[in-house]
């Protein structure tokens, strides 16, 4: 069986290290915060299609009162008052609403993937130069990169278990009480199988690590793991908490 860095880390990285091909975890980490960005995306404009209802907001379109209010005496004021034919309030799908908040995060899900690349990075290292661990920064990047990949498997498998949820909740309601209740209803269902699933993802992630770390700063595997199981623990706490 060839060795992949998923499933076989440590035989993957001891025909590799030391002197990682950066270049190809750069591409892992880009394929992650594409595959997270991109399922972020396909929950929010799911749950967006389901939204029906629709609600009351401020209209733009419409310039404020007290422009509106008074006469207009020059040809400049008439162009300004253009707009006060319009109606102050206008009737938009809920969907809609939450659809453009989703599409203003999107860009920083990929940005915060791509940062959050180096930061794993410095951890894993900075515990391995504790355990009397060898190598450079730039091998520690790399076993980062492609620690990184289980993170991908587990964004595509938590929004199936979202997209399951969605099956049997009414989210078409138009009273604003029953529809938090059906939101609050949907966060509950899914919360216990995010919470497994984050937490089997940092396993998975702490397995890759502790084999790369292993291989490219020459430490025993109960060192390696301290280091890569106690940064795939900080990241679990911080994603549940």
């Given at each position: 069986m060839v060795p992949t860095p998923l499933f076989r880390p440590d035989a993957f990285f001891a025909e590799r290290a030391p002197n990682l091909n950066l270049a190809r975890a750069a591409a892992v980490v880009l394929v992650?915060?594409?595959?997270s960005?991109?399922?972020?995306?396909?929950f929010g404009w799911t749950l967006a299609q389901r939204l029906t209802?629709?609600?009351?907001?401020?209209?733009?379109?419409r310039p404020p009162d007290w422009v509106c209010e008074n006469e207009a005496g020059s040809e400049a004021e008439e162009m300004v008052q253009q707009g006060c034919d319009e109606p102050k309030q206008k009737t938009v799908v809920v969907g809609d609403l939450l659809w453009?908040?989703?599409?203003?995060?999107?860009?920083?899900?990929?940005?915060g993937v791509l940062l959050g690349w180096p930061l794993v990075a410095l951890g894993l290292h900075v515990v391995s130069a504790l355990v009397d661990g060898e190598g450079s920064f730039l091998d520690t990047l790399a076993v980062a990169?492609?620690?990184?990949?289980?993170s991908a498997?587990?964004?595509v498998v938590g929004f199936g278990f979202m997209y399951a949820?969605?099956?049997?909740?009414?989210?078409?309601a138009s009273n604003p009480e029953v529809l938090a209740s059906q939101i609050?209803?949907?966060?509950?269902?899914?919360?216990?199988d995010t919470a497994v699933l984050s937490l089997a993802g940092a396993c998975w992630q702490g397995y890759v690590w502790t084999f790369g770390l292993k291989r490219v700063h020459d430490i025993s595997t109960g060192e390696a793991a301290v280091a890569g199981g106690g940064v795939a623990l900080v990241g679990f706490l911080l994603s549940v908490f």
């Open positions: 992650v915060a594409l595959v960005t991109a399922v972020v995306g396909a209802a629709t609600t009351e907001i401020p209209n733009e379109e453009s908040a989703f599409t203003e995060r999107l860009p920083l899900v990929f940005v990169g492609w620690g990184m990949l289980p498997v587990q964004a949820a969605l099956g049997g909740i009414d989210l078409a609050q209803s949907l966060s509950q269902r899914v919360r216990g």
